[in-house]
């Protein structure tokens, strides 16, 4: 996936906004809250961080191409960078930022949570 194809992918997410913050990283964020980030570290190849399920963390960051997000994993949040693209289908990467939106998205009030039609089920 390209940083285009991530930042059209992520702009088609319910509320969400786009920054370029950290040194010219794609930063997505949902009700104000950062769920994905593009690029990040000088790297070859493009890089996404998201954030997820803390048993996802920990299958992940045992899968080639993938790492525990530097500086926030550090702190102890639950965040993947991928650094290498060809380990991970781009459908798959797709279903992984639409679960961090979902994740992050769930730690807005509720108030705001409704406001932005979020979690309404």
Known sequence: MTYEEYNDFCGGLIATSYVVQW?????WKVGGKVFAIGGWEKLE?????????????????????FRPAP??????????????????????LKE?????????????????QKQLGLNQD
């Open 45 to 65: 190849n493009p890089a996404f961080t998201f954030k997820t399920s803390e048993a996802d963390y920990y299958f992940l960051t045992d899968e080639p191409g």
């Open 23 to 27: 040194g010219g990283s794609h930063v």
């Open 71 to 92: 500086y926030m994993a550090s702190r102890g949040m639950k965040w993947v960078q991928q650094f290498d693209p060809s380990k991970l289908p781009d459908e798959v």
């Open 96 to 112: 992984h930022l639409i679960e961090s939106h979902h994740i992050v998205s769930l730690g807005l009030t509720k108030k705001k």
